[in-house]
């Protein structure tokens, strides 16, 4: 007796990689990394104490540095104290750092802070909203901002010796003044 | 159909069967994003919890076994290295 086959033959390599395609394809889900020159999304979120809101959008104008942190995440504390020392050396109306912890307690991001305080504001983003909007793909990631909102420079990872070359890209971004040089362009990356 | 049109629709049938079920299996499995690497940073679930203590360790085993380059690191096994 003859019997069929549940698919042609020749169907079958094209089935299956059909198939993998279709798993690889969702579990890719390949993460939209923010790049420089692109606007900074917008967000607001409760700050950490939670007494007030963190919102990007009230540091226009000026130059922002906006960092991810985690309490378990090493190289977040490490940057943490050099990034307000930093921010020490610039005129609080020139530079803005904003700081978003994703820590899934809060609590042990306010332990942290405890410990060592900050002269800046951190949102607290459990659910990780907000890194998702920036599509950030290595802990810490830090972005400065520019006074116009556009992304300049993304800083993944942290070691001591970053600071210098932060301080100097922030210099070069408050140097640009009110008016962001080549924006009309469509510059402004580099 | 000849033994070998019915070789080839089995060995098919299998490969794709095997493949639906690596695909539905592989479901789940779940990719981590950067922020959600709390259990993972966690020093208990580091490799070598105590780096200093796993070298110290891998060098006496290579001294006692006179191992070569079995973590790096060359020897005799005279127990000097």
Redesign the interface.
């Known amino acids: 007796m ?2 069929r ?3 042609p ?1 020749r169907w ?2 094209g ?2 990689s059909f ?2 395609a ?2 690889f394809a ?2 890719a ?1 390949p ?1 939209m990394a923010l790049d420089e020159g692109e606007q900074a999304p917008s967000f607001t979120a409760r700050s950490l104490n939670g007494t007030e809101k963190v919102s990007l959008s009230k540091f226009k104008g000026k130059v922002v540095y906006l960092d ?1 942190w ?1 309490s ?3 190289p977040c504390l490490v940057s943490m104290p050099l990034v307000d020392e930093l921010r020490k050396e610039f005129p609080d109306d020139e530079l803005q750092v904003v700081a978003v912890n ?3 307690d809060a609590a042990k991001g306010r332990a942290f802070l405890q410990r060592r305080p900050v002269g800046f504001p951190s949102a607290s983003d459990p659910g ?1 909203q907000i ?2 909007k920036y599509g ?4 810490p ?1 830090s972005f400065l901002i520019d006074r116009g909102g556009i992304v300049r420079y993304v800083h993944k990872g942290f070691r001591k010796a970053d600071v210098s070359d932060l301080r100097e890209k922030i210099q070069a971004l408050v140097n640009e003044g009110s008016v962001p040089a080549k924006r009309a362009t469509g510059g402004g990356r580099r | ?1 000849n033994d070998f ?2 070789r ?2 089995r060995f ?2 299998l ?2 069967a095997l ?2 079920l ?2 539905v299996t ?2 789940g ?1 779940a ?1 981590l ?6 259990i993972h ?2 020093q208990d679930m580091a490799w070598d919890p105590n780096g200093l203590e796993a070298q110290r360790r891998g060098h006496v085993y290579f001294a006692k076994e006179a191992a070569m380059s079995g973590g790096g690191g060359g020897g005799g096994g005279c127990g000097c290295n």
């Open positions: 003859k019997r086959p549940v698919l033959t079958h390599p089935a299956l198939a993998f279709l798993v969702w579990h889900n993460a991810f985690a378990w995440c090493t994703v820590d899934n990780g890194p998702e950030i793909t290595t802990m990631t | 159909m049109s019915k080839t629709t098919a049938s490969a794709l493949g639906l690596l695909a592989s479901l499995c990719q994003k950067p922020w959600e690497r709390e940073a966690r």
